[in-house]
């Protein structure tokens, strides 16, 4: 089973600051990592797919990086709406799915 | 764009048994990946059971085997969750969610439906 590791826990920043999350796996997933981006009381929505493509819809002010085994999700300016709770997924390998244990990013 | 809808969550007392729905609307649901993710309270996401693409293969959570099972209705567009044996464990929401063909790449998402074991 792959362990997908995230860092920080919790990211307090300001709007209009740039984030920077990680996700590191515990083998290679070749660039088949996914970022979820989860307000409170809403499902989970697609963010970035195969490491570096917006899904539909999404800002470009969000990017993905990486391959192997570390990725980054990186939000050049942050807006008030982005302040969420966000999950890396691989589907290198599956089943079993898994996620990382999220990154809350709040407002400082 | 598939849209789905789940049902039949509810409070449930410990060793009970539940099933869960989820009614898609949209294209694409006979060609899809379909899983079930949970959320326990203040939790991250746990991925429960998957059908692949053509309904063939079924896949389950070591934490569920045994215990759930998933099937498909193609004609109505609908899949289910029947769950057994439930433990307070098991309390989360349940978000069904579809993927395209041959991936597992989480695109359509429910609203999610509650699960409470409880006495």
């Known amino acids: 089973e792959i362990v997908l590791t995230q860092s920080p826990a919790t990211l307090s920043l300001s709007p209009g600051d740039r984030a920077t999350l990680s996700c590191r796996a515990s083998?290679?997933?070749?660039?088949?990592l996914a970022w979820y981006q989860q307000k409170p009381g809403q499902s989970p929505r697609l963010l970035i797919y195969d490491a570096s493509n917006r899904a539909t819809g999404v800002p470009a002010r969000f990017s993905g990086s990486g391959s192997g085994t570390d990725f980054t999700l990186t939000i050049s300016s942050l807006e008030p709406e982005d302040f969420a709770v966000y999950y890396c997924h691989q589907r290198q390998y599956w089943p079993p799915v898994t996620f990382g244990q999220g990154t809350r990013l709040e407002i400082k | 764009e598939v849209h789905l809808l789940e049902s039949g969550g509810g409070l449930i007392q410990p060793g009970g048994s539940l099933r869960l729905s989820c009614a898609a609307s949209g294209l694409g649901f006979s060609t899809s990946v379909l899983t079930w993710i949970r959320q326990a309270p203040g939790r991250g996401l746990e991925w429960v059971s998957s059908?692949?693409?053509?309904?063939?293969?079924?896949f389950y959570a070591d934490s569920v085997k045994g215990r759930f099972t998933i099937s498909r209705d193609n004609s109505k567009s609908t899949f289910y969750l029947h769950m057994d044996l439930l433990r307070a464990e098991d309390t989360a929401v349940y978000y069904c969610?579809?993927?395209?063909?041959?991936?597992?790449?989480?695109?359509?998402w429910g609203q999610g439906t509650l699960v409470t074991v409880s006495s």
């Open positions: 969610v579809r993927s395209p063909s041959g991936t597992c790449l989480f695109e359509d």
């Open positions: 083998r290679s997933v070749s660039a088949y």
């Open positions: 059908f692949n693409d053509n309904g063939a293969r079924t």
